[in-house]
């Protein structure tokens, strides 16, 4: 019974997801340690700067944040507890039963309580991923069939990487503005857009090409 649970689960689309909640886990650590930096006040809204202007290193870097608790100290504590759970959970649990609608409440959660603005798009769409974990998988045999298959589930783990890379440096440009040889924020802000998009295109074709993975696996 074991052997069967474990072969149900698609471990290429599985660990697509688990990259996504690991890497926006940890931006939700990030917001909620500025926030908390910023100490026992109020937030005075709905709509916050995670990184407060004592704190920020370049002058888009101010990090937008929801929250519904109206106090930066307990906003922080409660985004850097809930990162922590949505990393604990993608690190282990995706391939339990029902372990998406536990990953979307999570995300939910992190949202309510200043884990970022920006992380709606990538969590939604890791989500969506994330209802294939333990899916049946005939989409890929009839989009994918012969080379362009085994060529599509080659280039899983590579378009993978670079999604990750691509989006850790985003949030990296977001925090400290760095960009080698750019000094201009109008400019760094555009490029950590355009890095954001194209790893937000690198995922979902590295989650495609986990299907074809998964299916290639199948049918071995």
């Known amino acids: 019974m074991n052997t069967q649970g474990k072969r149900s689960v698609n471990q290429a689309v599985k660990i697509t997801v688990a990259t996504i909640g690991i890497i926006f886990g940890f931006g939700g650590i990030s917001h909620g340690i500025f926030e908390a930096m910023q100490g026992n006040n109020p937030t ?9 202007e004592s704190h920020r290193m370049w002058v888009h870097g101010n990090e ?5 608790i109206p106090n930066f100290l307990l906003t ?11 990393i604990i959970w993608s690190a282990g649990y995706l391939h339990k039963k029902n ?3 536990i990953f979307l409440l ?4 992190l949202f309510l309580v200043g884990g ?5 798009i990538f969590f939604t769409l890791g989500w969506i991923m994330s209802l294939y974990i333990r899916k049946p998988l005939p989409v890929g045999r009839k989009i994918f069939s012969g080379n362009s298959f085994r060529f599509l589930s080659s280039l899983w783990l590579p378009l993978l990487t ?11 440009i977001a925090v400290f503005g760095y960009v080698p040889g750019m000094s201009n924020p109008d400019k760094i802000s555009m490029v950590m857009v355009g890095l954001l998009g ?7 074709i590295a989650f495609l090409a986990g299907i074809a993975r998964d299916v290639q696996r199948e049918t071995r």
Do not use: C, W
């Not at 005075?44 to 990184?51: R, T, Y």
């Not at 937008?64 to 519904?68: K, L, Q, S």
């Not at 999570?106 to 959660?109: D, G, K, S």
């Not at 194209?198 to 979902?204: C, M, N, S, W, Y």
């Open 64 to 68: 937008p944040a929801f929250t519904v």
């Open 198 to 204: 194209a790893g937000l295109v690198f995922l979902i």
């Open 99 to 101: 372990a998406s609608i």
């Open 44 to 52: 005075g809204g709905l709509i916050i700067d995670a990184i407060g």
């Open 76 to 86: 922080g504590i409660a985004a850097i507890v809930t990162g922590t759970a949505i």
């Open 106 to 109: 999570l995300f939910i959660l």
């Open 162 to 172: 670079a999604a990750t890379l691509l989006i850790l440096f985003t949030l990296q």
């Open 116 to 120: 970022g603005i920006g992380q709606v």
